[in-house]
C-alpha cells in the first residue's frame, strides 16, 4: 500500500498528557484535559457498547461528532438511554450524559437502522478466546453479515475489536461490497483509563489500503493531538497484538526476576529502579504482581500464539511469556499451600515466626536470610499439601485497581487454585461489594475487609487497591487466626503492618530489605 509512513497529525506532539510512561497498577487515574471540538462533523455508528464501543462513541460525540451507537443488549441499550452507565470508568457517564443532551449521541438496538447515513461505522464488538484459543470472530462476522445491505454506499467499516491478521480482508469478503474500504483502526486504551486514553492517545494506528479511506478516518481525531502511524491493514492488526504481547512479556519479565530477587535476598523494586533509569528500558509496566489477567492481554497473547501455529511462524518467547504467568501463579499458591496447611507442626493458630517460611514480622530484619518467598528451588514447595479446614481472606478480586472487571482477573486465578486445594476463601473488593457477582462455587463475597478477616487462617491481597493501604491492619491482626499478610502486590508498607504485628510477605522482597 502506498500511504505507508509514520508521522505526526497536524496538530504536532507536544501537549499530550498521557500518564503511561509512568504507568502501574496503582497510578492514580488522569485528569483528562479538555480536547478541542472537530470542525467538520462527521456521521459515525459504533456497533457494541462495552469498554471500547462506549468510550468511542462518546468520545467521538464530545468532539462534534453525530454518533449513534447499537448494541444487542436490550437492557444495556435502555440503562444507555437513561444516562446509566455500568462500567466503572472515569468521566464516562458525563461524556454520556452530555452527548445525549446535545444530540450528538443516541443509543440503538437495531444495529441495521444505525448505520443509515453513516459515513463511518466502527466495529467494536467482543473477540473473546476461542476454541483453542483463538480469537472468536462470530460477533464480527455476525454483524459484517447483518448490516452488508443496509450500509451506505461509499461508507467506511473500521474494525476497533482486537482481531488476528487478516481479518479486515475477511470482512470486506463477508460484506461484499466494492464500494466499502474495511479500515484496521486498533484501540489501545486502558480499562479505569478509557477517556483519558481515547482522548490523549499515544498513537492512533489505521491501517488501510485505500489512502482515501484512511484519511476519512483520520478526520475523525483531527483535534487529538497524536502521532498518527498510517500502514497497511495486515501491520495494524499484528501491532495491535504486538503491543499487548510485548506487555505481558514485560511482566512475565518482572515476576519471573522477582523470584530471582527473592533467591538472592535482592529488592526487586529496586532491581526495577535500577532499570527504570535507562530510557532503553523505562519504568513503566514493571511491577510485579499474582500473574497478568484481564479481559484482553490473556486472550490476545493465545490468539497470536494461534497466529502464529496456523502459520508455520516460530515465536518461542511468546510461549514462554504465557507459561511464565501460569507458573508464577502456582509458585504463589504453593507459597501459601506451603505454609498455611494444616499439616503436622503446623498448627492453625501459630504466632509469627512459628510457620515454615513466615517472617517475624515484628521485628523486621531479624531474620535478614529469609526471604519473602517461599521455597526458592522453583518447585514452588509441595504441590501436595491441602487446605481443607483452612479458611483465607482475599482482598481484591478484579485484575488490577480501578475497574470492576473481573474477566480473567488473576486474583480469581489464583483463587480457585486455593480452592482446588480445599481452602475456604473470603473475599471483599471495593469494586464489587454493591453487585455481588455469583462467584458461590469459589468463595464468598462479603461487603468489609474486616468481614473477610475474621477468623481466617491468613490474608492475601490480590487487587492493588489503594485504600487496603490504610485498613486497620491492628484490627486485622486481632482477627486472623495466625498474623500473616500475603501482599501479592507489594501495596503495603511492611512497617506498618510489623507494628501491627503482622508477618508481611511480598513478592521479590525480603523484609531485611524493605525495613
Ligand atoms: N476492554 C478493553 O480495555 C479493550 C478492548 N479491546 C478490544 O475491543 C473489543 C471489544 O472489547 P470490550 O469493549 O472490552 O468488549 P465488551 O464485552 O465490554 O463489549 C462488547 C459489546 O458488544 C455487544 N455485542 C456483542 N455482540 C453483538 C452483536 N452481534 N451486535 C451488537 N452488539 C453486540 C455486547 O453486548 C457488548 O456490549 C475486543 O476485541 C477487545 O479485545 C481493545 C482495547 C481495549
Ligand atoms: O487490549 C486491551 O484490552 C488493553 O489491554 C491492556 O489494558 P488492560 O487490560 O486495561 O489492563 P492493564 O492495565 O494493561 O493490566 C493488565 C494486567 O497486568 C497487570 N499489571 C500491569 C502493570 C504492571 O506493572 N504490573 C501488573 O501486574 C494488571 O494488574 C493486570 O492484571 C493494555 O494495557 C491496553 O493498552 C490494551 O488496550
Keep these: 500500500m502506498s500511504n505507508r509512513s509514520s508521522d505526526r497529525s497536524s496538530n504536532g506532539s507536544s501537549g499530550r498528557s ?72 472515569p468521566r464516562l457517564p458525563e461524556l454520556v450524559r452530555d452527548g445525549q443532551a446535545s444530540g450528538h449521541l443516541e443509543f440503538t438496538q437495531d444495529t441495521k437502522a444505525s448505520v443509515a447515513g453513516a459515513e463511518v461505522v466502527f466495529f467494536c464488538l467482543p473477540t473473546p478466546m476461542g476454541v483453542g484459543g483463538a480469537a472468536d470472530l462470530a460477533a464480527v462476522e455476525a454483524v459484517s453479515d447483518e448490516i452488508r445491505t443496509a450500509l451506505p454506499h461509499g461508507c467506511v467499516v473500521v474494525n476497533k475489536s482486537t482481531v488476528p491478521v487478516g481479518t479486515a480482508e475477511r470482512v470486506a469478503a463477508l460484506l461484499g461490497r466494492p464500494d466499502i474500504t474495511v479500515v484496521s483502526n486498533p484501540e489501545f486504551l486502558r480499562e479505569g483509563h478509557a477517556v483519558h486514553d481515547f482522548l490523549h492517545p499515544d498513537r492512533i494506528v489505521i491501517g488501510a489500503a485505500e489512502q482515501e479511506a484512511a484519511r476519512r478516518v483520520a478526520g475523525l481525531y483531527a483535534p487529538l493531538d497524536a502521532p498518527v502511524v498510517l500502514t497497511d491493514t495486515a501491520s495494524a492488526e499484528i501491532a495491535k497484538y504486538a503491543a499487548n504481547f510485548f506487555l505481558a512479556m514485560k511482566l512475565s519479565f ?114 535478614p536470610s529469609a526471604l519473602s518467598g517461599g521455597p526458592s528451588d522453583g518447585s514452588g514447595g509441595s504441590a501436595h499439601g491441602s487446605l481443607h479446614g483452612v479458611t483465607l481472606a482475599l482482598l481484591g478480586l478484579t485484575f488490577k485497581a480501578g475497574t470492576s472487571d473481573l474477566r480473567d482477573s488473576p486474583a480469581l486465578a489464583i483463587a480457585r487454585r486455593l480452592r482446588e486445594r480445599g481452602a475456604e476463601l473470603r473475599a471483599y473488593d471495593p469494586a464489587l461489594s454493591e453487585t455481588r457477582p455469583d462467584l458461590s462455587d469459589l468463595l464468598t463475597i462479603v461487603d468489609t475487609p474486616e468481614k473477610a478477616v475474621e477468623g481466617a487462617r491468613a490474608c492475601v491481597v490480590l487487587t492493588e487497591w489503594p485504600q487496603f493501604r490504610d485498613l486497620d491492619w491492628e484490627a486485622v491482626a486481632g482477627l486472623l487466626t495466625a498474623p500473616v499478610v500475603y501482599d501479592f502486590r507489594n501495596l503495603l508498607d511492611p512497617d506498618r503492618l510489623a507494628r501491627a504485628g503482622l508477618s508481611w510477605q511480598g513478592i521479590g522482597r525480603s523484609l531485611a530489605m524493605v525495613s
Design 18 to 89: 498521557s500518564d503511561r510512561s509512568s504507568d502501574h497498577p496503582v497510578a492514580p487515574v488522569s485528569p483528562v484535559s479538555p480536547v478541542a471540538r472537530i470542525a467538520t462533523a462527521s456521521r459515525v455508528a459504533v456497533i457494541g457498547t462495552g469498554y471500547v464501543g462506549l468510550t468511542t462513541g462518546a468520545c467521538l460525540a464530545s468532539l462534534g461528532h453525530h454518533v449513534v451507537c447499537a448494541d444487542a443488549d436490550p437492557h444495556k441499550v435502555d440503562r444507555l438511554r437513561r444516562g446509566e452507565v455500568d462500567i466503572l470508568e
Design 254 to 367: 518482572v515476576n519471573n526476576l522477582a523470584t530471582l530477587c527473592e533467591h538472592f535476598t535482592a529488592d526487586v523494586d529496586d532491581v526495577v529502579a535500577a532499570l527504570g533509569h535507562d530510557p532503553r528500558i523505562g519504568p513503566a509496566f514493571l511491577k510485579p504482581g499474582p500473574g497478568w489477567g484481564g479481559s484482553c492481554l490473556p486472550k490476545d497473547t493465545h490468539a497470536l500464539l494461534t497466529v502464529c501455529e496456523e502459520s508455520g511462524v516460530e515465536f518461542p518467547l511468546l510461549r514462554a511469556t504465557i507459561d511464565t504467568n501460569v507458573e508464577h501463579q502456582s509458585r504463589l499458591v504453593e507459597r501459601v499451600v506451603a505454609e498455611c496447611s494444616p499439616g503436622p507442626g503446623t498448627p492453625h493458630d501459630a504466632r509469627p515466626g512459628t510457620l515454615p517460611g513466615a517472617l517475624p514480622g515484628a521485628q523486621p530484619g531479624a531474620r
